[in-house]
């Protein structure tokens, strides 16, 4: 892979073009850079606070309330799961259940589990199920 980058004062808005043939890694490169700059708005108490996507571990659905997490805080989002997942589309939050989507950046590890599900270790030392319906998804966004 070759990487070039021009430096300019003059640039106002950053901008980047690729040229390639498609693989995998590099769907992954461009998850990644579609989530430089972008964030989630949650509450915490009666705070709303922006949080850069990087630092999400994870989006869930519970009781018809939705959440995401990050390594020290929870926080209650205002939409849906779904909403969420439109928000982070392009990204490298992937869905892996009905009711839970993963940042792929924090997936420690992965293995599998009775009743033919993965279970997903996040870098903080929480697992997460991912169901038979997302496995493929999963597996083949981790290169597996």
Excluded: Q, W
């Excluded at 939705?66 to 989002?77: G, I, Q």
């Excluded at 928000?87 to 892996?96: G, P, W």
């Amino acid at each position: 892979m070759k990487i070039i980058i021009h430096k300019s004062p003059a640039v106002t808005e950053t901008e980047i073009n690729i040229t390639c043939s498609t693989t995998a890694g590099l769907e992954n490169i461009i998850a990644a850079l579609g989530m430089l700059d972008r964030r989630l708005a949650g509450r915490l108490g009666d705070e709303t606070v922006f949080v850069e996507f990087d630092e999400v571990l994870r989006l869930e659905s519970v009781d018809g309330r939705s959440f995401f997490y990050t390594a020290c805080e929870t926080y209650e989002y205002e939409g849906s799961l779904a909403d969420m997942e439109k928000a982070t589309s392009d990204t490298l939050f992937t869905r892996v259940s009905k009711s839970a989507i993963v940042n792929l950046r924090h997936v420690k590890s992965i293995k599998k589990v009775p009743g033919s599900r993965l279970l997903a270790t996040l870098d903080n030392g929480e697992g997460v199920t991912v169901s038979r319906m997302y496995m493929p998804e999963i597996k083949r966004r981790l290169g597996i």
